[in-house]
């Protein structure tokens, strides 16, 4: 090839695919301000429906419509991206809806936990969001933490503060947390602040998004509200939930539960706004079909990939950013089925471009934390984001040269370009197996199942989180103290009429 001939290089192309076409993305989002504005949504906080009252929404009751110009303004209103930061300095997540990277990140308020040591079912234990966020914190491809586990002994009422706790003090990464009231909402600000040694650092630098969850179809509860409002009056992230299964809680098409699901979220995100323009904000949902065999909510389903991918495409296209789902599955071991479902769900989020896919390492619907689980979607993750990086074609006339210095018959393998780009070009994977089956055999011939428990077992023994500032493991425990002194102050509720 002559010099003046020689290819130029050409930036990367970015593997993606695209399940709804922009005009079905505007008929889906019409038809959703349309359900708002005819049909509305139930605000059962009487703050909330008085913001939407003065704002121009025709409130009934606990009924209130909400015509679309006031959701196109809470559109508006929402950040197209914040931060969200690690304890750890080095950490730093961009929650943004532009075409990117997934951010993936473990799921919460699992009954069951598989134990580590045995691989057993049991019921999940206190120091169960310790195990799972150590865990998290020394795996590459998970970006944030969530507990995996619903302590069960524990007061039930403070579970979120004793799994926050656990959280805080085994990872160095960002943490999504949740509450059942503004007593856990409170508990968990005070944790978070004695992790960051100091107030104003934790403000600055926020490494807590908090969790809530409306009712579906479409009602917003009076506690998740309330402690929406907390958090938004102290300026830190919220992810808001919405959902709706087909068949149960939305329509049994997929177009009717895509309504039902942005609607719920786009009438929470306009109450959010209205309460605090600008409150930086991501919306979410576990939008999935009724099994009809099992009657259960499955979330390996085809249609939860299907659904998420839709409504990530759509929110993008908002401008907001997206909680999907990612990394679960129906079965109750980790097996070919979870394999199986959890790449389904991991290719799906990362090609369309989910913000922060959650849920990674949940089994059985949602009911059994798994650590193996975690891990085996930490490698699915890193592959899939692998692929996604697509081909760099670079300086084509370099690779030319390359090619002309070894010639016909040569090899590549002592190249010194060899040796600079292998680990860039190529996965080294972690927990898939490479090799010859004399190898594997002598090396045990341990399946994925044993593979991932022994990568489990290998980061608990191993791996040490970014510690707490001196003296903030005292503070965090006396908040549990008080916390707990507190519930046995508060009576009974009565069981007259």
Not at 107 to 122: I, S
Request: glycine share 10%.
């Amino acid at each position: 090839m002559s010099q003046s001939a020689q290819p130029e290089s050409a930036p990367i192309h970015m593997p993606q695919f695209r399940l709804l076409s922009e005009l079905q993305i505007e008929l889906l989002v019409q038809a959703t301000l349309e359900c708002l504005n005819r049909t509305g949504v139930d605000v059962l906080n009487a703050q909330a429906r008085e913001l939407l009252a003065l704002a121009g929404a025709s409130v009934q009751g606990l009924r209130v419509r909400i015509p679309p110009s006031l959701i196109r303004d809470a559109i508006a209103a929402a950040p197209r991206s914040f931060s969200l930061w690690g304890r750890d300095p080095r950490i730093h997540l961009r929650i943004e809806a532009a075409e990117g990277q997934a951010h993936f990140g473990a799921g919460p308020t699992c009954p069951y936990f598989v134990e580590p040591e045995t691989g057993e079912r049991r019921r999940s234990q206190r120091g169960d969001p310790g195990l799972t966020a150590r865990v998290c914190d020394a795996l590459e491809h998970i970006d944030y933490v969530m507990g995996l586990a619903l302590p069960d002994d524990v007061p039930p009422n403070l579970a979120p503060a004793y799994e926050f706790a656990a959280m805080v003090a085994n990872t160095g990464k960002p943490i999504v947390a949740w509450a059942f009231s503004l007593d856990n909402v409170a508990d968990i600000y005070r944790i978070a602040v004695a992790a960051a040694g100091r107030e104003d650092a934790f403000r600055e630098r926020p490494f807590v998004a908090f969790l809530a969850t409306c009712q579906a179809p479409l009602m917003h509860t009076e506690a998740e509200l309330a402690n929406v409002f907390w958090m938004a009056d102290r300026g830190l992230p919220i992810v808001y939930m919405g959902g709706g299964t087909a068949g149960v809680t939305a329509p049994i098409g997929g177009a009717g539960t895509l309504i039902i699901n942005l609607g719920a979220i786009l009438s929470g995100l306009a109450i959010i706004q209205l309460y605090k323009r600008g409150t930086p904000t991501c919306i979410g949902s576990v939008p999935t079909a009724l099994d009809p065999a099992s009657g259960r909510m499955p979330y390996g389903a085809p249609e939860m990939s299907l659904f998420s991918a839709a409504m990530s495409e759509i929110t993008r296209q908002l401008g907001l950013p997206y909680m999907g789902t990612a990394g679960a599955s129906e079965a109750k071991t980790l097996d070919a089925q979870a394999g199986i479902e959890c790449a389904f769900q991991v290719i799906f989020s990362q090609l369309s471009g989910s913000t922060l896919p959650h849920d990674v390492g949940m089994l059985d619907s949602a009911n059994i934390g798994s650590l193996e689980m975690l891990v085996m979607a930490d490698e699915i993750i890193g592959m899939t984001r692998r692929i996604t990086r697509g081909i760099e074609i670079g300086d084509l006339a370099a690779t030319l040269d390359l090619i002309d210095r070894v010639g016909p018959g040569g090899e590549f393998i002592s190249c010194k370009e060899t040796a600079r780009g292998v680990r860039r070009e190529v996965y080294m994977t972690r927990l898939m197996d490479r090799q010859p089956w004399d190898q594997w055999q002598a090396a045990g011939s341990a399946g994925m199942s044993e593979r991932a428990r022994a990568r489990v077992q290998q980061i608990l023994a191993e791996h040490e989180p970014l510690p707490l500032p001196e003296g903030a493991a005292g503070q965090i425990d006396q908040v549990l103290r008080e916390a707990e002194a507190r519930l046995a102050q508060t009576p009974p509720l009565s069981s007259a009429p």
